[in-house]
T-cell receptor, first 115, second 118 residues
Framework: DAGVIQSPRHEVTEMGQEVTLRCKPISGHNSLFWYRQTMMRGLELLIYFNNNVPIDDSGMPEDRFSAKMPNASFSTLKIQPSEPRDSAVYFC?????????????FGAGSRLTVL | AQTVTQSQPEMSVQEAETVTLSCTYDTSESDYYLFWYKQPPSRQMILVIRQEAYKQQNATENRFSVNFQKAAKSFSLKISDSQLGDAAMYFCAYRSLTGGTSYGKLTFGQGTILTVHP
């Protein structure tokens, strides 16, 4: 299994530009999570999906952020327009089933720098 | 809402020695899971160990063990025979098992940077 695959690994963009981060969860996993990691705020849950349906997006910081999961094998996190304070590492993670015992597997993260 | 606190921003240990990382959490729930994740410089998040709240026995995974004190809401990680490869940031995490939108969410502590000296 290739694990959770995220792209791009690194993104440098200018303020005001649109940024799209992509995630392919592990096949068979039906829960998908987007986290953001910064030095100041640590790891924050932005949004998570069960069976492609957004369950909780209360962590999405502003309307500039949006996430979609059009099918079980793909999700995107979009920031439009981007701002320097959005600079962070964004992690996607997935887990199988709905059991609380199931382990969350993380991708390698996408490091975003907004100039 | 649940909160997870790691009061040690940094810790250091000599190779082959034992170190304990602290974690406390706040919750009104009786059933939940607790996890320790490791994040090396590669930034990949790696599961170290997990504990089910309804199990009194402390979880153990090779050189890693936990001291779970449910009443005190404490969940510390002990690393025995520390190795250079253990150097990383360690995160404590709480998973809610209540219904609704909280179910399955992982809440992380701020992390502890562990340095291992040769």
């Amino acid at each position: 299994d290739a694990g959770v695959i995220q792209s791009p690994r690194h993104e440098v963009t200018e303020m005001g530009q649109e940024v799209t981060l992509r995630c392919k969860p592990i096949s068979g996993h039906n829960s998908l999570f987007w986290y953001r990691q910064t030095m100041m705020r640590g790891l924050e849950l932005l949004i998570y999906f069960n069976n492609n349906v957004p369950i909780d997006d209360s962590g999405m910081p502003e309307d500039r952020f949006s996430a979609k999961m059009p099918n079980a094998s793909f999700s995107t996190l979009k920031i439009q327009p981007s701002e320097p304070r959005d600079s962070a590492v964004y992690f996607c993670a997935s887990k199988p089933g709905f059991s609380g015992a199931n382990v969350l597997t993380f991708g390698a993260g996408s490091r975003l720098t907004v100039l | 809402a649940q909160t997870v606190t790691q009061s040690q921003p940094e810790m250091s240990v000599q190779e082959a020695e034992t170190v304990t990382l602290s974690c406390t959490y706040d919750t009104s729930e009786s059933d939940y899971y607790l996890f320790w994740y490791k994040q090396p410089p590669s930034r990949q998040m790696i599961l170290v160990i997990r504990q089910e709240a309804y199990k009194q026995q402390n979880a153990t995974e090779n050189r890693f063990s936990v001291n779970f004190q449910k009443a005190a809401k404490s969940f510390s990680l002990k690393i025995s025979d520390s190795q250079l490869g253990d150097a990383a940031m360690y995160f404590c995490a709480y998973r809610s098992l209540t219904g609704g939108t909280s179910y399955g969410k992982l809440t992380f502590g701020q992390g502890t940077i562990l340095t291992v000296h040769p």
